[in-house]
């Protein structure tokens, strides 16, 4: 993940992240004020070894550097703080090694010995008693291995001392009776040996003694412990830091930990990343006030679908867009109502538009557009396909078997109208061909060789626009397989209950279908304080233009004296800042496929603007009741 990417998810959490920081450093604060005051005491131990010579002083430093570190673990070993602890009634070797800690002062020969304890005079009193404890135990251990060495000493001494005398004795009563030269000579040489070694002997036993009376005092109290003015425990400051500073890490790794293992997508950032689709359109939720199929007037909607309308444009500059799947993952996810809206919004432009609801398991078109339920729709197209189909058969075959030429029946055979199966809406441009009869096999339906013959039809019934609103994608091939015969699929999301699994499964089986995918359009979006204040900003800003561009319009038809009457320009006011926006926004006809720009009206004055057309479109018009487009009625 980028730094952005973090950033975006501490923002979208700063509400945990803020009430872990308060909550752990404030918890840090209290809870340090509850926490019983300790006391530390300090006592100062030195380690000094004292020699004669410049290469003893060299090797006495040396051993004083180990012994410091030895001396300090012996200053908390078990014989010290047991003897110490006996002095101490209710107090035990467990409690108080839990309160001592012995520390070397790096390059010194100098180690602490601290205690802590909720009484100050006791804490030092036990820091001293430790220190005083440990230096008349080593005293004492020096002491017995003085005396066990010189012991040992003393006895090799007399031992020698004995060899000596005996081979002596042995000398003279070989010399005494004349025996061999060789023998004495052996002999004398070995009482030499001896009296060499008695001699070291008595020159390390001097030594000793020596050595014993010099570091008779090795160890000393340096500073002895005092009882401490202040306790070292709890640190207010401290803790309340440390307290704030682990609830802001924490915060973060929460906020971290939480949007990795969530598994729903709440932004349109979020799927597109994830999808790598481009998000057309977002569709706000509606107010239960609010219209949900064709909005009008100031419905936030009306702007985001004309967007969508846009965009779909833009995908077919490059490759022609003639029909064209609205799907989803799941149920109720507003697929249906987002490709309704689409279709009206495509036939205010000036497209005939033609609206399919390929929907062969659970319609609702149908309801949404009041067309009755048994007008026959989609199925009974695809059956008539199938029909015309096996009849054009028979007649070839008829006409293979004959030896006469073809048969009249297959020089005239009928070509199948779609108009039963097509039905004139109240919206100008538009028409819906309905579900018709639910099948029993909706899939095979869709796949059957009569439904690409439908199709085929379809591109040259005279609608500029084919939408089929289908199936969801997730448990049912019905979606899948429309897709894969059609020019583009838009994928809708209902953005309050998107998971990542969905999401990726629909990514997966549309790749697989091959199918080319127009992009995705987020359902539902939450509304924003942001959203309020652009409807407010945007409309009466169109209110504005609206009473300059009428008065000027006005003004400009009685000078050049136009046939047009001004009663075409009276409207109610929800009318006129509706049809406004739409001519600022509209599109003018142009060749198809042909993207230019064409002069529009200003909102605030009649000054020419430049807007992009990207298909043959006019300007949007507002629906009456009992418009007809002049499509065949269902």
Known sequence: MTFEQYWAILIKQWKLIVICFVFVGLGAFFGSHLILPTYQSTALVQVAIRSSNSQSDYNSLLASDQLVQTEAQ???????????????????VEQLSKVVTSTVKPNTQLFEIATLDA?????????NDIATTLIRQQLQVVQQDNTQSQQQIQQE?????????????QIAALQAKGANQTQIAVLQ?????LQQHYGQWQTVLAQLELTQAQSGDFLRVAQAAQPAPLPVRPNLLLNTGAGFLLGLLLGILLAIMFERLDTRIRTPEALSQLLGWSVLATIRQADPKEDTINPTGRNTNVEAYRILRTSIGFAAIDKPLQTMVVTSALPRDGKSVISANLAIFMAKAGKNTLLIDADLRRPSLHEKF????????LSNAILAFSTLAASKAAS??????????PSSSTLNAPKLSLDPFIHAVDIPNLCVMPSGPL?????ELLDSKAMQRLLTALTSCGAEIVIFDTPPLLGLSDASILASKVDGTLFVADITRAKRANLEQVKALLEKAGTRILGCVVNRQRRSRSDSLYSYYYYRADEQGGERSSRNMKNANSAAASSTSLDTFKRSEAQAKEDLVDSAVGMVPVSPMEVDTQPQLDLSNRNTIKTLSVYPVQQETQSRPGERDGRKGG
């Open 370 to 377: 009041g067309i009755p339920a048994d007008k026959m729709g």
């Open 74 to 92: 012996l200053a908390v070993s078990d014989p010290v703080l047991r003897e110490v602890a006996s002095r101490y009634p209710g107090l035990t």
């Open 396 to 405: 070839h075959y008829q006409y293979s078997a004959s030896t006469h030429g």
């Open 189 to 193: 040489a070995e009482l030499a040996g």
């Open 439 to 443: 099948p029993p096999n909706p899939s």
């Open 157 to 169: 001494l007399i031992s020698t001392r004995q060899q000596i005398d005996n081979i002596t004795t």
């Open 119 to 127: 009484n100050p005079v006791r804490a030092a009193a036990l820091a």
